[in-house]
């Protein structure tokens, strides 16, 4: 049944009482149970607590008084804090862990009607590109399960593009909601730094940090996103401005619009069939009304770098929390304090976190600081004053979201450089803060998706969702689902 | 060689919010051990700090009250280091961008020169919680993290002071103010006011700074001096035997009288400080700093100032009553009941503030209310009674609280001042001691004191001891004729 449904096919079904909430969650648990143990996509799922608020949604549909999402089954990227089940961010560190809180966007979908029916897995702490870095085990790739679903927020990724659940939230610090939707083949939106509340976000790096979320189409993403948006006082960073109505923005026309094209993204590096899956994408566009024109983000080759030494160092003070004394992970029979420390973060930690930790560490140390992290933040400056200048003259920058289709789970694990280049086309938005939305333009020469990338100016995200839901109206990549599931 | 010490002092102020920095918590001191919590403060994982605007006011305050400036744009940092009282593995404190910079402050030594002592800076932090290591057996230490996040401003002033005795005039200055903007309570028991202070010595004469120690475990102020001493005498020795002075933390042993190296240089933690990224950078509208301007109290100053050309006091006089905002304002209160104004400050200096030092009491907590005592001291203006009975009649005011006419009337301590009744006991006294008599009348003047003792004595103190001088004087004067 779910199979074949989108978010928006499910709010509409609730509403037309074609189905039950408690039908399609429990259809979602039995597709999780069926097909999962091959996924691996969730860390957790919620079988009772998840049927008894379908239950509640259930009743609030029949007296009519039903919220925008109303009984729809949804799963959290597992490095959201939520009171319900553990909070594990994939790490041994903190496999046990209840939060005593919910994370902000938590609630808040909670409060619009969301049912929570399980939380996804992810890379440790959300760092890797493909994730395999779980302590739980890597996630597959619903369109080949030798292949990585991205990373980190993989297992949401993985999760929508099998249909096991609606939709999911995912947290994107340097393409962890875009790369996994474009390897997926799905549709997934990172908003502006601010925009979402970072309440409850298990901190990877502070800066770049963002939630956002990951469905089927742009369509789903805009109802998801009205529901996470908006200022929270909790979150001194989160912005105090009117949310946009993104759903009533999604039909705009977009003729006259000027899509920026950086010549910086079609260089080495890019596989040929995604540049031709993303130029067919452009083609498109086009004939939407849209003009597309070449423009130039001097200092996006930069951007990669700058990132890795601004999250390390950002992730190295953010993790020492996780020191053994309180509710994290401690290791056995220590020898004295410092003992205690490093073997509790030894056997806790994996060993992507721990050399971001040393990087992060070694960024910030005295004698290094000025060289790596001043000289950092000033390479962020540029990239962001790269993005004002471009946006002075276009509406939207269109490029690929990753350089290639689904890597081989293992193929550049050993290889961390080669990683990080994954996510070459993404980290800038990051840098940047400026929202950037992936969704399905094609498939590569290996049968995988592949993903196009628009990038729009500050909050302008009712823009980017608009954008790529005429595209989906007018193609039909985001409707495909993987034969495997 | 003669040898001179330069010190700087690091001063922690607990600010008096209600609530901590970045939560909402309590910060009452003495509550059960981690009652006083939340996700915030505990550093549970996503959870997320939100500044306390009123701490921001507090600091604000301290800057205008030692002329400094105010950044219009301060950045909080992160100091990172491990410790298990430390729950999120960093201090959020100020750094590179501190919110006050450049201010000074005047202070006024004992037995010395006025003189200006440098504000470095003050910046904004959160405190850690307490480790305790004892009481819960071996090996194992109990953490209490409802200290954790409290606001402090660290007030880190110029290496200008070059004896103890001026640094804990500093000191005290600065306790003062902090008292009197209502910012801080002061309890250095409690740890609300904390000092380090930072130690080294040079020939005297020459310019160039020698290397420093960094004294920590200072919680009085003499211990600040005494610490200061031993470790001016400990480096002099050092240098005089060939030695060096190595840049160490020092930890002073207030039993034992020494301080001890903690840790030295090459030990010390490398904080790796870089901007907090969950906290926008503090703007500080000139709105702000105008409000805070205009409810800057009378400072001790300029309190004093007014005190000496008001009141007619004598600088040092000046000075002590104005230690803080509460005596000030007490012995304000004891002149406006029409009390002579120096009469008045003798009576609250040494007779209330004795009293109280003896108990361990401040003003606020004087049995004593302020309009008693200026009724006391015009007992003594209107000569109801001597200033000797007036210490006797003090006694029960401050024991019991009475007023002091109703003890006055109960004991029938008023003066005798009529003269025919003081004479008729001089009369008694001299028909009593013919001796002493015979040595005034051979020129022993000091003899007189003796009548006048006895006189006084026969009248329980009562009498009028001008009137009995005069009277004995006179008697005894007759009799040579």
Known sequence: ?485 | MEFEPVIGLEVHAQLSTRSKLFCGCSTQYGAEANTQTCPVCLGMPGSLPVLNREAVRMAVMMGLAVEAEVRPRSVFARKNYFYPDLPKGYQTSQYELPIIEHGRLRTEPEDGEPKMVGITRIHMEEDAGKSLHEGFGDNHTAIDLNRTGTPLIEIVSEPDMRSPQEAVAYLKKLHSIVRYLEICDGNMQEGSFRCDANVSIRPKGTEEFGTRAELKNLNSFRNVERAILYEMERQQEVIEDGGHIVQETRLWDADKGVTRSMRSKEEANDYRYFPCPDLLPLDVPETLVNEARSSLPELPDAKRERFITEFGLKGYDASVLTTSRELGDYYERVVATGADAKLAANWTMVELLGALNKDGRDITESPIAAENLGLLVQRIEDETISGKIAKQVFEPMYAEGEEPDAIIEREGLKQITDTSAIEGVVDEVIGENEGQVQQYLDGKDKVLGFFVGQVMKKTGGKANPQQVNQIVKDKLDAKKG
């Open chain 1, 1 to 485: 049944m779910v199979r074949d449904l989108t978010l928006r096919g499910i709010q509409e079904g609730l509403r037309n009482k074609e189905f039950s909430s408690r039908e399609v969650t429990q259809a979602y648990l039995d597709r999780i149970e069926a097909l999962d143990p091959q996924l691996n996509s969730y860390t957790q799922s919620f079988r009772e607590a998840a049927l008894a608020a379908a239950d509640a949604a259930d009743q609030r549909l029949a007296s009519g008084d039903a919220r925008p999402l109303e009984g729809v089954p949804i799963a959290h990227k597992d490095l959201l804090a939520t009171t319900e089940g553990r909070t594990t961010c994939a790490s041994k560190m903190l496999e046990n862990y209840q939060s005593p809180f919910d994370a902000t966007v938590v609630a808040r979908l909670a409060e619009a009607g969301a049912v929570v029916i399980g939380k996804t897995n992810l890379d440790e702490f959300a760092m890797g590109s493909s994730n395999e870095t779980s302590h739980f085990g890597p996630v597959k790739n619903p369109w080949g399960t030798n292949a990585v679903p991205g990373g980190s927020s993989g297992g949401s990724a993985a999760a929508v593009a099998a249909r096991l659940c609606a939709g999911a939230t995912g947290t994107d610090t340097g393409g962890s909601i875009r790369q996994p939707a474009a390897l997926c083949g799905i549709t997934g939106v990172k908003p502006t730094y601010g925009r979402c509340s970072r309440y409850g976000l298990v901190a990877f790096a502070s800066s770049l940090d963002q939630p956002g979320p990951m469905a089927a189409t742009a369509e789903d993403c805009a109802h998801m996103l009205a529901a996470m948006a908006g200022h929270d006082e909790r979150d001194s960073t989160s912005v105090d401005r009117p949310v946009d109505d993104y759903v009533g923005g999604l039909e705009q026309d977009l003729t006259g619009k000027i899509i920026g094209v950086p010549a910086e993204f079609f260089t080495e590096g890019l596989a040929p069939d995604v540049e031709q899956a993303v130029k067919a994408g452009l083609d498109q566009f086009r004939e939407l009304g849209a003009e597309i024109r070449e423009i130039h983000l001097p200092h996006y080759p930069q951007s990669i770098p700058t990132y890795q030494v601004i999250s390390a160092a950002e992730a190295s003070s953010n993790l020492a929390r996780f020191d053994g004394v309180r509710y994290t992970h401690r290791a056995a029979d220590p020898e004295g304090l410092i003992d205690m420390y490093k073997s509790t973060r030894s056997e806790g930690f994996g060993a992507e976190v721990q050399r971001r930790i040393m990087v992060g560490t070694f960024v910030l140390s005295a004698g290094y600081y000025d060289a790596y992290y001043l000289k950092a933040q000033k390479v962020r400056t540029k990239i962001r004053d790269d993005f004002a200048k471009a946006f002075e003259e276009v509406d939207l920058i269109a490029g690929p979201t990753s350089p290639t289709t689904a890597f081989g789970i293992g193929e550049k694990a050993a290889d961390p450089i080669a990683m990080y280049l994954s996510d070459l086309y993404t980290t800038a938005t990051n840098l940047a803060g400026v929202p950037g939305v992936s969704f399905p333009c094609g498939f590569g020469e290996s049968g995988l998706p592949v993903g196009m990338h628009l990038m729009a100016n500050f909050f302008r995200e009712d823009l980017l969702l608009n954008a790529a839901h005429r595209y989906q109206q007018a193609t039909d990549w985001h409707t495909r689902v993987p034969d495997s599931v």
